[in-house]
């Protein structure tokens, strides 16, 4: 399926876990079935909300086959092949490529962080290898280093990157690259918070942890904007945030997955070094749940 011109809400997915911290492939199958039945653009598998780091590379090869064949091509599916070995991640992006997946979140090295030319060749090298779309993942809180302006200049000439998750919060180097957006350039959100603000430079949607619980909302705010009702996309904005602000009340993606076993749709299982919310962030997290009315 073509990704190239992919717009709207695309879900970072949840990865459930069992008691004994197996992959839950009935509950991803709910999981996949509630974001298609409720209007999602577009699934993301494998990023930061679905845990990949503490998994496997058998494991996130079976996870990305399992969401691949049970999405059907209903909708786009991105995976997250991100690593901080150029190797690494040119390897799981060639076996997520071969196993059926639309396209790719390439991600920054972290912690060994690199300098500029470093981090051009990490995403290039990925990029030049692999014949599916690529979207460059910008997260300097999670990896300690960004994709400057200049190397996001260098990297949209590539045929192969399709576009940017920008995830650094700063809106202000998100409107210093958005000269960058064009046919073969997209922005994405990656902070639920500024979906909008983004969205008034030119992003295309938003690659949304928010829409894990409500999707068909997400979606509605995204349309919503890209068909010209910028109110209606500013008021689901500014009405989300006490239940976006609760969903990142503590790292992602625990929050995220107490509010899906709150739902009945997963068990609020995590890997260490991830563990169950306080119980203080939990109230909150229920009581903004409840104020979204996805909770009685």
């Not at 996870?63 to 901080?84: D, L, Q, T």
């Not at 910008?138 to 200049?153: D, F, L, Q």
Request: with cysteine; net charge negative; glycine share 10%.
């Amino acid at each position: 399926m073509d990704v190239r011109h992919l717009e709207g809400s695309i879900v970072a997915l949840a990865t459930p876990f069992n008691d004994d911290g197996s992959v839950d492939f009935e509950a991803l199958d709910r999981l996949i079935e509630f974001q298609i039945e409720n209007g999602t653009d577009g699934i993301l598998t494998l990023g930061t909300t679905g845990e990949s780091s503490t998994m496997s590379h058998e494991e996130d090869n079976e996870v990305c086959r399992f969401v691949v064949e049970h999405v059907g091509g209903r909708v786009p599916v991105i995976a997250g092949s991100g690593s901080n070995s150029t190797e690494t991640m040119l390897e799981k992006s060639l076996a997520y490529q071969k196993l059926g997946a639309d396209g790719l979140l390439i991600i920054t090295p972290y912690y060994n962080k690199a300098n500029e030319e470093g981090i051009y060749r990490h995403l290039a090298t990925v990029a030049d290898g692999v014949d599916i779309p690529c979207i460059l993942y910008n997260i300097p809180g999670r990896c300690g280093c960004s994709i400057s302006a200049a190397n996001m200049e260098r990297l949209a000439q590539h045929p192969n990157i399709m576009g940017v998750k920008e995830a650094s919060a700063n809106v202000a180097f998100a409107a210093s690259i958005a000269h960058l957006i064009g046919p073969e350039f997209r922005m994405f959100s990656g902070e639920d918070g500024i979906a909008v603000p983004l969205m008034s430079l030119g992003a295309s949607g938003v690659i949304s942890v928010w829409a894990n619980v409500q999707p068909a909302l997400v979606h509605e705010m995204c349309r919503a904007y890209l068909d010209g009702d910028t109110q209606r996309a500013r008021e689901i904005q500014i009405a989300g945030q006490p239940l976006v602000h609760a969903l990142f009340s503590e790292v992602n993606p625990i929050p995220v997955k107490e509010a899906l076993a709150q739902m009945g749709l997963i068990k609020a299982n995590y890997r260490l070094p991830l563990c169950p919310m306080s119980e203080g962030a939990r109230s909150g997290l229920t009581q903004a749940m409840k104020e979204a009315g996805l909770l009685a």
